[in-house]
């Protein structure tokens, strides 16, 4: 069983920044592949960003590269989203979530796009950004 509570949310103007955190409960967070969703009112989950279990490769949404990055510690059972030239279209409620991961996926990131494949899901912070 894991357990993710994100922080770090708020109120932000466009053009500025926020860092997301989520920390994991149990021992074996390194085994997890890591991922990033948001949810806009009326609109469907979608896919932020990811990292692999061993925290070597991500991924990202085109709609945020160049802008976002992923990052996990995986000695303090947390992972980040820093968040940068933040616009009024990533407003939404960000979750993050955890997916084990076997083998040679530990190192990659590639199969961490689909909300579905998910095991575990943190409540969810509210980022607003203003225009």
């Known amino acids: 069983q894991v357990q993710l509570v994100e922080s770090g949310g708020g109120l932000v103007q466009a053009g500025g920044s926020l860092r997301l955190s989520c920390a994991a409960s149990g021992r074996t967070f390194s085994l997890y592949g890591m991922g990033w969703f948001r949810q806009a009112p009326g609109k469907e989950r979608e896919f932020v960003a990811a990292?692999?279990?061993?925290?070597?490769?991500?991924d990202y949404a085109d709609s945020v590269k160049g802008r976002f990055t992923i990052s996990r510690d995986n000695a303090k059972n947390t992972v980040y989203l820093e968040m940068n030239n933040l616009r009024p279209e990533d407003t939404a409620v960000y979750y993050c979530?955890?997916?084990?991961?076997?083998?040679?996926?530990?190192?990659?990131?590639?199969?961490?796009?689909?909300?579905?494949?998910?095991?575990?899901w943190g409540q969810g912070t509210q980022v607003t950004v203003s225009s």
């Open positions: 990292i692999s279990a061993s925290g070597g490769t991500t």
């Open positions: 979530a955890a997916k084990r991961a076997f083998g040679s996926t530990r190192y990659t990131a590639s199969g961490l796009h689909e909300h579905g494949d998910y095991h575990y």
